[in-house]
């Protein structure tokens, strides 16, 4: 928990020297990865050019900083598949997000709203910092993945992380989940990384239901992209929401592709961990020797 207090307070002290909002405190290093350069004013170390393919990818995020090395190490990463053996919570949190408006913004990485709001979990209070999509899904629900998933971003005043996430899946009927199809046409506005446009009349009712009312998991995970900090609380819906398939075209077009891959379960050891274990010379030596 220090190593992410520590985060999110480097952060915020990073953004509140370059930044003309405040409010413009992230989780996900906002700015570091627009255009893969590490030049801006609002870059850090961490992660400057991180993405999704190649060695700048999952697989090699930790190569990236020594910040991160928590992507190839950490036991409780996230994402992961939802199944019986991950709990229920037992008590549906407390959500307030207004019907809003804010800045949204191509990060590069992912696109992303500005939002205030106020979560509150076992007890705990969390504010909103902001919320933004992966295509397709990072959990997955009984091994299956789902077009589209939502990130609610949230930090207590003590530094510590929830987050809300819920996928969408594709409905025959056309039935559609009102703030994604808003925003389904917003995207198309800012296609590129650096993009910014306004966004107004947010309509978050259906999705502060799912939260507020609805069957949920929970488990101690971590941020899904570097400097994949643990601690992170995550909530998240058991039933896909609905969304329409020209709003999640639009959204996959601009995305393209965002998703880590699923990491082993809370508690046990880390993928990359047992992956470079099992890449040992004796193991490569076996390989060539059954290959000739
Ligand atoms: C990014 O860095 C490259 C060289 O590393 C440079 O040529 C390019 O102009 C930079 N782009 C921006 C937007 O600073
Ligand atoms: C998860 O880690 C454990 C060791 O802690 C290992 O035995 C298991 O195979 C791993 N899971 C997967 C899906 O590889
Ligand atoms: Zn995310």
């Not at 020297?17 to 990865?33: C, E, I």
């Not at 949190?93 to 939002?115: H, I, K």
């Amino acid at each position: 928990m220090n190593g992410l207090f520590f985060t999110l307070f480097a952060s915020l002290v990073v953004v509140l020297q370059v930044s003309a909002s405040p409010l413009h405190f992230h989780l996900h290093q906002r700015g570091a990865s627009v255009e893969g350069n590490a030049t801006s004013t609002e870059s850090e170390a961490t992660c400057a050019t991180f993405g999704y393919t190649g060695i700048n990818g999952p697989l090699g995020w930790a190569g990236l900083s020594p910040d991160n090395a928590l992507c190839s190490t950490g036991t409780s990463q996230s994402p992961i598949n939802f199944n019986a053996q991950i709990k229920k919570a037992s008590a549906n949190p407390t959500v307030w997000m207004p019907d809003g408006f804010g800045d949204f913004e191509n990060l590069g990485t992912t696109v992303e709203v500005s939002q205030v709001g106020k979560t509150t979990f076992e007890g705990k209070v969390y504010n909103l910092q902001q919320f933004h999509f992966h295509t397709p899904s990072e959990h997955r629900i009984e091994d299956e993945t789902f077009p589209l998933e939502v990130h609610f971003v949230h930090a207590a005043d003590d530094g510590a992380g929830l987050v809300l996430g819920a996928v969408f899946d594709i409905t025959p009927t056309g039935a559609t989940t009102e703030f994604v199809h808003t925003l389904g046409q917003e995207v198309e506005k800012i296609p590129k990384a650096g993009d910014k446009t306004q966004v107004h009349g947010l309509k978050l009712g259906k999705i502060v239901e799912a939260f507020q009312t609805g069957p949920l998991f929970t488990y101690s995970g971590s941020l899904t992209t570097p400097p994949c900090s643990e601690g992170i609380t995550w909530v998240f819906a058991q039933n896909p929401l609905p969304i329409d398939v020209k709003s999640y075209l639009a959204f996959k077009n601009v995305i393209k592709f965002n998703a880590r891959f699923t990491q082993n379960n809370s508690g046990e050891k880390n993928l990359i961990d047992i992956a470079a274990t099992q890449i040992g010379p004796q193991f490569k030596a076996t390989q060539v020797s059954e290959a000739i």
